[in-house]
């Protein structure tokens, strides 16, 4: 398993810019430098705190959102920005994962993500599945 304390990930809103370049006619979306600098620090910590290969197989991820106060950004969100900020470092790509659980806490006044990571195991069948 792995166990990691992130910190607050930005919104969505800030995740991604789009421009129209010069002489297209349609915009172009990339990642925010905001969303580089997150993907980078959380790519570091996640290291620091034991990530050295990513997992392979199937996973499943709980997260606890930690908000600075009360104004904070939607738990579908952090799930997002979280996933593509660990993604090629605590796990190979988000098609791995089978099963996520998410809440939402108290704020503590620092905001934080905790993340938790393990192997998917299915529970096992019914011993009498067909019998009566």
Not at 11 to 20: D, E, G, I, K, P
Request: aromatic share 8%; charged share 20%.
């Amino acid at each position: 398993m792995i166990a990691l304390t992130l910190p607050y990930p930005i919104s969505s809103n800030r995740y991604w810019r789009s421009f129209v370049p010069k002489g297209w006619t349609r915009a172009v979306v990339s990642l925010s430098d905001e969303a580089k600098a997150y993907k980078s620090h959380v790519g570091w910590l996640a290291k620091a705190q034991g990530c050295k290969v990513p997992m392979t197989g199937p996973i499943e991820i709980s997260l606890k959102l930690v908000p600075i106060n009360r104004r904070r950004i939607d738990l579908s969100n952090c799930w997002k920005v979280a996933e593509d900020a660990l993604q090629g470092i605590a796990f190979g790509n988000d098609s791995q994962v089978v099963k996520l659980t998410a809440e939402l806490v108290e704020p503590d006044g620092k905001g934080a993500l905790i993340v938790r990571i393990s192997e998917f195991v299915p529970a096992p069948a019914p011993l009498f599945a067909n019998a009566a």
